[in-house]
């Protein structure tokens, strides 16, 4: 049975599916169009690493700590891939978003196993 609480996880890790599905499409369709060289694009990247780093190293529940893991690392793995669509040729920037919507659809998976999984 799920609670209003593992309920609610699952919602969240539902949206970063359908958001990673998203960033996949328009990152092969070659729609988006980001100024990737801009500060913001990079305050996101670091904020993204330093939000990821927090999550890893945030003490919890110990039955929650893979989802932390899952968590933490997706989201430092995504800041370090935004820092690299930063510096990287403008052919790669379709193919790398759509490795990072990946990544995000990924994470959606893997949390939603771990929700459902016997404690």
Do not use: C, K
């Amino acid at each position: 049975m799920l609670t209003p609480e593992r309920l609610f996880r699952l919602m969240v890790e539902l949206i970063f599916v359908l958001l990673g599905f998203l960033v996949i499409w328009l990152g092969l369709a070659r729609r988006i169009y980001v100024d990737r060289h801009s500060a913001a694009w990079l305050i996101l990247s670091a904020a993204l690493i330093v939000w990821g780093l927090r999550a890893l190293y945030q003490p919890g529940q110990w039955w929650l700590r893979w989802e932390n893991w899952t968590r933490g690392l997706s989201l430092v793995l995504l800041g370090v891939l935004m820092l690299v669509i930063s510096r990287g040729p403008f052919p790669w920037v379709g193919p790398m978003l759509a490795a990072g919507g990946g990544l995000l659809v990924l994470r959606g998976v893997i949390a939603a196993y771990l929700i459902f999984r016997p404690r």
